[in-house]
Nanobody, 114 residues
């Protein structure tokens, strides 16, 4: 069973940057379109960025131009570079396939606050 481990969250001031990483166990990672999701308190989990196995990317309008998703198939990792962070970006961030096909990891907390 593929396990997902997210890291890199933290507390950052508005306008700051963070880089999240997700490591996946197993060898099937490279076949999936991977995504970063987030869930803010009291809200549903939402997909904010995805990247196909051919590196085609898609972004939610709320993060377009500020977030960049990337992947390293050899290392089975997917990353999310987040710039110009806003308080509305505060959430727990998770990685998974874009169709949420894998067991969810613990996520990593991102808090944007002054």
């Amino acid at each position: 069973q593929v396990q997902l481990v997210e890291s890199g969250g933290g507390l950052v001031q508005p306008g700051g940057s963070l880089r999240l990483s997700c490591a996946a166990s197993g060898n099937i990672f490279r076949f999936y379109t991977m995504g970063w999701f987030r869930q803010a308190p009291g809200k549903q989990r939402e997909l904010v960025a995805s990247i196909s196995n051919t590196h085609r990317t898609n972004y939610a309008d709320s993060v377009k131009g500020r977030f960049t998703i990337s992947r390293d198939n050899a290392k089975s990792t997917v990353s999310l570079q987040m710039n110009s962070l806003k308080p509305d970006d505060t959430a727990v961030y998770y990685c998974n396939t874009d169709r949420s096909q894998l067991q969810w990891g613990q996520g990593t907390q991102v808090t944007v606050s002054s």
